[in-house]
T-cell receptor, first 113, second 115 residues
Framework: QQQVKQSPQSLIVQKGGISIINCAYENTAFDYFPWYQQFPGKGPALLIAIRPDVSEKKEGRFTISFNKSAKQFSLHIMDSQPGDSATYFCAASVETSGSRLTFGEGTQLTVNP | EAQVTQNPRYLITVTGKKLTVTCSQN?????MSWYRQDPGLGLRQIYYSMNVEVTDKGDVPEGYKVSRKEKRNFPLILESPSPNQTSLYFC??????????????FGPGTRLTVL
């Protein structure tokens, strides 16, 4: 049973376009929502994270939008570049659980030149 | 250079033959975890450790053991591997609880095949 559901499974975007990946969660106790980026042959790397007390967080071209009432959060990549082509994972955690993370299924993003 | 190292990177073994995947970090991190990555399922946490001698089960602990005798090392032990444990395994470490650290470091992965 997947507690964090991620969509789409794959996404193709043209260079300069906006990439949007969505996640939905079930456990209302989750209070930390990170996004990870993974390149082929590498481990995941933390990209950006948000707490539920804010509705949006932006770092450069990457923005997390968070909707607590809908139990959804999304990653927006503005001005997508071929170098952004990677697999993206959303995740969720309860702070008091320490480093326990529940991941979504992953989205393979391809940005065409 | 801050890093998490895993060994071996690739391993092919047979059912029932005990194996250990090592994980070591050089950042004096308290928190360490093991994940397995399978297509369509994302990453699933196997075990995690909040400090030396403190470990707890993640979402899929069956068939795995861990130990944390030293802060820097967190080996993953498969006492009797089975084909359903064929997967890509990642070790990770972080300095503190998730909210209080800027980042979490993942190792390069170990691709395990159990025949």
């Amino acid at each position: 049973q997947q507690q964090v559901k991620q969509s789409p499974q794959s996404l193709i975007v043209q260079k300069g376009g906006i990439s949007i990946i969505n996640c939905a969660y079930e456990n209302t106790a989750f209070d930390y929502f990170p996004w990870y980026q993974q390149f082929p042959g590498k481990g995941p790397a933390l990209l950006i994270a948000i707490r539920p007390d804010v509705s949006e967080k932006k770092e450069g071209r990457f923005t997390i939008s968070f909707n607590k009432s809908a139990k959804q959060f999304s990653l927006h990549i503005m001005d997508s570049q071929p170098g952004d082509s990677a697999t993206y994972f959303c995740a969720a955690s309860v702070e008091t659980s320490g480093s326990r993370l529940t991941f979504g299924e992953g989205t393979q993003l391809t940005v065409n030149p | 250079e801050a890093q998490v190292t895993q060994n071996p990177r690739y391993l092919i073994t047979v059912t029932g033959k005990k194996l250990t995947v090592t994980c070591s970090q050089n950042m004096n991190h308290e928190y360490m975890s093991w994940y397995r990555q399978d297509p369509g399922l994302g990453l699933r946490q196997i075990y995690y450790s909040m400090n030396v001698e403190v470990t707890d089960k993640g979402d899929v602990p069956e068939g795995y053991k861990v130990s944390r005798k030293e802060k820097r090392n967190f080996p993953l032990i498969l006492e009797s591997p089975s084909p359903n444990q064929t997967s890509l395994y990642f070790c990770a470490s972080s300095a503190n609880r998730l909210f209080n650290t800027d980042t979490q470091y993942f190792g390069p992965g170990t691709r395990l095949t159990v025949l």
